[in-house]
């Protein structure tokens, strides 16, 4: 066990943010993990995955563990499904392109979404209409507290809009280290009537499309919306998409008539964030190094050098005017260490 001083987690986090951890170690499977969450004499602990979903404001004064296990394997599988299993060291967009290659359906929409799988059901990563929970069979996480290994159902996980219960009861308290996945082998279901998803085919000149055009069709539209970490960093979205009632929804109808929504029930319609962001004058608004992205409003973006400070404070100030301007609260979507 190498335990290492003075590391900067810089390539630890997709926002770029050079922040140091006094102490870090890398894990590469479940006995390492145990190991080091028994060191009683690192008593603060933060754990790493692909750093995608975290903005880093000041030095870690603990243990940084990265979770780098690896693995994708076949459980059981049918004439219709199979169960595979990724550990939570492997890229989620790797993960995505491996299933694609075995003409496994049901994550296509979910191409090119940064980080690792053993973070994909904290926060339940969803695009173009499809969520992880749609998917998901198992988890397998380890207690922080005693080491013990513990499996997670759908309905313990407690899936919601961005949500878990990683992030509510059991935050804290568990690391992800493998999820297990049902997934179609034929006459797989297609979601494309979310956002560009059909004009993109149509694009592409394809008219039958399949699990790979979808994912084509994902991949295309992202890369024109969003930046890619290794060039500019980010997190991704920064905010999740707000639902607030209907009621709310009609009265700024009256001022803003072209304020898109996607209805969630009777009474409650999700609004976009990203539109709000920009009708708040924040798109494209550039603050030396740091900065909110010219083509997608959600997306806040480190130029080089920026602070993690200076970038919440910016989250802060946009929460702020989209909230006098709108009379709705917007919530942030990555976790604030």
Known sequence: MHIEQNISLKPYNTFGIDVNAKYFISVSNNKELKDVLKLSNYPKKL????????LLT?????????VNIKGISVI????????VKANAGENWHGFVLWCLDHDYGGIENLSLIPGNVGTAPIQNIGAYGVELKDTFESCKAISIDNQSLKTFSKSDCEFGYRNSIFKNDAKGKFIITSVTFKLSKRNHTLHT?????TSELDTMGVRTPTIQDVSKAVIAIRERKLPNPKVIG???SFFKNPVISTTLF??????FEDIPSYPISETEVKVPAGWLIEKSGFKGKRFDSYGVHKNQALVLVNYGGAKGEDILKLSQLIQKTVKRLFNISIEAEVNIL
Request: charged residues 20%; proline residues 0%.
């Open 234 to 236: 980010n997190s991704g």
């Open 47 to 54: 754990i790493l995955g692909g750093g995608s979903n975290m």
């Open 58 to 66: 000041k030095d870690f004064d603990g243990l940084a563990i990265h």
């Open 193 to 197: 009537n979310y956002g560009a998803i």
């Open 250 to 255: 009609k009265t700024l109808q009256d001022n």
């Open 76 to 83: 059981t599988e049918n004439s219709d499904y199979v169960t």
